[in-house]
């Protein structure tokens, strides 16, 4: 499977623990992006990487939440001391930046639930 | 800023026959693109359809086919012979055009359950 994955597809946890979400984008692609997408909403932007380099973050991504992306490969999205407002779906999308129209491309995301 | 809404909260629609689903938006750029979505229960989201604004010829797949209003700011997505695979939440979303934009992030509406009944 070529497409995009994300580890894991589901985690519960508590309030106050730190938790660390992966993803793997299609191989050939420089472009990752973070959504995140509660209950019956649509995803929301939350920050995206040019190859290693987090280019924009969105008010959304409080000081509680880090990303990164090592050698533009994989991601990981870390939300410490986690909240249960921080409960949703996190989507994560890659593209090949070029000329013109770029298509994103979406994982199957990872559900977090804080109890 | 943009912003993308979707008024239809749920429709349903019988197995064969058409069904259209409403988008509005807003913003104050002059290039940019839409772009419909599927998200079947439990699977990853899938590109249905998108459309560049400066075309004034509405975008087609096979199925799926839209309106599009720019003066209106209006983007509808039409589905005709719907099949039960189709059920899905689907969303309209806008992107900045790459020559005002360098992010490539996409602004979601909060999206239409569609639900195809036998």
């Known amino acids: 499977d070529t497409g995009v994955s994300q580890d894991p597809r589901h985690k519960i946890t508590k309030r106050g623990q730190n938790v660390t979400f992966r993803c793997d984008p299609i191989s050939e692609h420089n472009r990752l992006y973070w959504y995140r997408q509660t209950l019956g909403q649509g995803p929301e932007f939350l920050t995206y990487f040019q190859n290693e380099a987090q280019l924009e973050k969105s008010r959304l991504l409080s000081d509680r939440f880090s990303a990164e992306r090592p050698k533009g490969s994989f991601s990981t999205l870390e939300i410490q001391r986690t909240e249960q407002g921080d409960s949703a779906m996190y989507l994560c999308?890659?593209?090949?930046?070029?000329?013109?129209?770029?298509?994103?491309?979406f994982g199957p995301g990872t559900r977090l639930t804080v109890l | 800023a943009q912003t993308v809404t979707q008024s239809q909260p749920e429709m349903s629609v019988q197995e064969a026959e058409t069904v259209t689903l409403s988008c509005t938006y807003d913003?104050?750029?002059?290039?940019?693109?839409l772009f419909w979505y599927k998200q079947p229960p439990s699977r990853q989201m899938i590109l249905v359809i998108r459309q560049e604004a400066y075309k004034q010829q509405n975008a087609t797949e096979n199925r799926f086919s839209v309106n599009f209003q720019k003066a209106a700011k209006s983007f509808s997505l039409k589905i005709s012979d719907s099949q039960l695979g189709d059920t899905a939440m689907y969303f309209c979303a806008f992107m900045k055009h790459e020559v005002s934009s360098n992010t490539g992030k996409l602004i979601f509406g909060q999206g239409t359950t569609l639900q195809v009944k036998p």
């Open positions: 913003t104050s750029e002059n290039n940019y693109y």
């Open positions: 999308a890659s593209s090949y930046r070029a000329f013109g129209f770029n298509e994103q491309f």
